[in-house]
């Protein structure tokens, strides 16, 4: 069973390796392309995934200052 944990780098960055880690295992270090197309690429052995800044999908927390800022509108 693969665990599926995600690796933030760089736009552009076409080349990255891995190694595995402590919760996906230890394997053989490996050297991965990045094709331009797709943004990200899986690693082969333990499944992380290595995805440019601009293809991930980062969820942002909502701070309190927008919140509070959208409830004083709702409530006006």
Known sequence: MRITNKVIIDDGQTTVSCTGDAKSGRHPQIF???????????????????????????????????LNKGVKNVLR
């Open 32 to 66: 991965l392309n990045i094709r331009p197309k797709d943004g990200k690429i899986e690693c082969y052995y333990c499944g992380k995934t290595f995805c440019w800044k601009s293809f991930a999908n980062i969820k942002r927390p909502i701070s309190k200052k927008i």
